[in-house]
C-alpha cells in the first residue's frame, strides 16, 4: 500500500500533480484508474459515494479535497469506519491512495501516522512548469526529505476541469446494493464548434484566458461508458498513442 499525499492552497497545481501522477501510472505503468473527480482523456472508476470505496482493487486511487468531505459531509461515526477502511483496504489491497489538501493539519492523525509521502507543489509564474518536493512519512521535517521532480502542464491540464466542485454522497445507511463505480472516459467537456479547442475548464465558453477564441457555440461531450477495463485501457492508449504522434511529443518513460 502507499498513501501519497499533495499539500498545497488553492490554485497551487495539487490537483495538476494528482493528474499527472495518474497520467503517468496509467499510460506507462498500465494501472488502473480510481477517481472521485470527474477525469477527461484517461479511463477511470469514478467513485464519489462512501460504499462504492468497497469495490476498489488493484490501482491508483485520487481523492481531491478528501479530507474535507469526509468532515464536511459524514457524521463522526461514518467517518470513523471510513478511515478505518481505507486503512484495512490499502493493506489487503494493491492500491495507492494519492490525496489533496490545502493544509496538512486537516488530514486524519491515523493516515498522517502511517502517511508514505508528503509532497509539496510549487509552479513558475507563467504556470508551466511545476516542481514537486517529496518528503518520506506524514511529517516535513529534517531527515523526511526524499526527492523533486518536475513536470510541465502540457498533459495534466488536459486531464481534468479546474471548475469542478467535488462531493461526496454518505451513503453508509443505504439498505441494499450499492452501485458499482462507472467506468468512465470523457475526451473533455465539450468541443468549440468555432475553432475546435476542446474545453475542458469552462464548459460554456472557449475562454480566451485558456488560449481559446471566445465563442460560446460550444458542443457538449458525453462520456463513454464501458464494461471492462481492458476495453477503456485500450480506448485509452489509442486515443494517446495518435496524439505523442500528431503533437511530435517525446513520449519518454522518463515523463515525470
Ligand atoms: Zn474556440
Known sequence: MVLFCIIGEMGSGKTLTA???????WYFRKQKLYSNFHLYKM?????????QFDYMHEGYVLLDEIWRLIDSRLSRTTSNKFVG????????????????????DTIDKRIRKVQ?????????RKETAYRVNVFRTGYIKNGTYLKTFYFTSEIPKQLYSTQEEVDMIDDSKDEGGCPEPKLMWQLAAGKCLNCGTLITANPNRC?????????????????IFFDTWEEADLYGQKYWEKWFEENNFISSKSLS
Open 19 to 25: 493528474a499527472q501522477l495518474a497520467f503517468k501510472n
Open 207 to 223: 475562454d480566451p484566458e485558456y488560449g481559446g477564441c471566445g465563442s460560446r457555440n460550444i458542443e457538449p461531450i458525453q462520456p
Open 43 to 51: 479511463p477511470y472508476y469514478f467513485v464519489d459515494r462512501v460504499r
Open 85 to 104: 477502511d481505507i486503512l484495512a483496504r490499502s493493506r489487503k489491497r494493491q492500491l495507492v491512495y494519492v490525496y489533496t489538501a490545502q493544509v496538512i
Open 116 to 124: 508514505d509521502f508528503t509532497s509539496l507543489v510549487s509552479t513558475n
